[in-house]
């Protein structure tokens, strides 16, 4: 099955007073593009309790996708990781838990967070996972034996003293 995805976007800020010229434009989308997914998923939106972390998705529950969407509803932030990995094979997308390796970033209630794809660059070696080339770049880009894996689990610690709720979209 297939489907057509159109994403809008935009965001304006007033300063002195003044409408400053917009940035995006909601009568015309950024991206359409054709999918191989054919679900628009909105999930119920999820309460992170302060001090604690909340699987937020998870590919044995909910299988793959081709954009994940989270937005904290209320003021606040959050740390919000995704779990790589090896795929078994080509075939079977199952994680083989050969390449484990956490991603992190910080997330405020400001704009929405996307994962534009489940695909994710991996190494097997640590150093060259995690650590930077002779050009100060990150190695994972230029080692030869990165290749691509896949997200397997997103979650999110909420290390505030308030309850947030995040907002979780999923599209295949």
Same mark, same amino acid.
């Given at each position: 099955?297939? !489907?057509? +995805?159109? $994403?809008?976007?935009?965001?304006?800020?007033?300063? %002195? =007073?003044?409408?400053? #010229? #917009?940035? *995006?434009?909601?009568? !015309?989308?950024?991206?359409?593009? &054709?999918?191989?997914? &054919?679900?628009? &998923?909105?999930?119920?939106?999820? /309460?992170?309790? !302060?001090?604690?972390?909340?699987?937020?998705?998870?590919? =044995?529950?909910?299988?793959?996708?081709?954009?994940? $969407?989270?937005?904290?509803?209320?003021? =606040?932030? *959050?740390?919000?990781?995704?779990? /790589?990995?090896?795929?078994?094979? !080509?075939?079977?997308?199952?994680?083989? =838990?050969? /390449?484990?390796?956490?991603?992190?970033?910080? @997330?405020?209630?400001? /704009?929405?967070? +996307?994962?534009?794809?489940?695909?994710?660059?991996?190494?097997?070696?640590?150093?060259?996972?995690?650590?930077?080339?002779?050009?100060?770049? #990150?190695?994972?880009?230029?080692?030869?034996?990165?290749? @691509?894996?896949?997200?397997?689990?997103?979650?999110? +610690?909420?290390? *505030?003293? %308030?309850?947030?709720? $995040?907002?979780?979209?999923?599209?295949?």
């Amino acid at each position: 099955m297939s !489907a057509n +995805l159109k $994403v809008y976007f935009s965001m304006t800020m007033v300063k %002195d =007073g003044k409408l400053l #010229p #917009p940035y *995006g434009n909601l009568n !015309a989308p950024i991206a359409d593009v &054709d999918i191989t997914g &054919d679900s628009f &998923d909105f999930l119920s939106d999820i /309460v992170v309790p !302060a001090g604690e972390t909340k699987v937020l998705w998870q590919y =044995g529950i909910h299988h793959d996708f081709e954009v994940a $969407v989270f937005t904290i509803l209320d003021s =606040g932030y *959050g740390y919000l990781c995704w779990l /790589v990995d090896r795929p078994t094979s !080509a075939t079977d997308s199952t994680a083989t =838990g050969a /390449v484990r390796r956490w991603r992190e970033v910080d @997330v405020t209630c400001k /704009v929405p967070f +996307l994962l534009n794809s489940d695909a994710a660059r991996i190494n097997a070696t640590a150093a060259s996972d995690y650590g930077d080339d002779a050009s100060s770049l #990150p190695k994972i880009l230029s080692a030869t034996d990165s290749e @691509v894996g896949k997200v397997y689990e997103v979650v999110m +610690l909420n290390p *505030g003293t %308030d309850d947030i709720t $995040v907002r979780r979209a999923i599209i295949n």
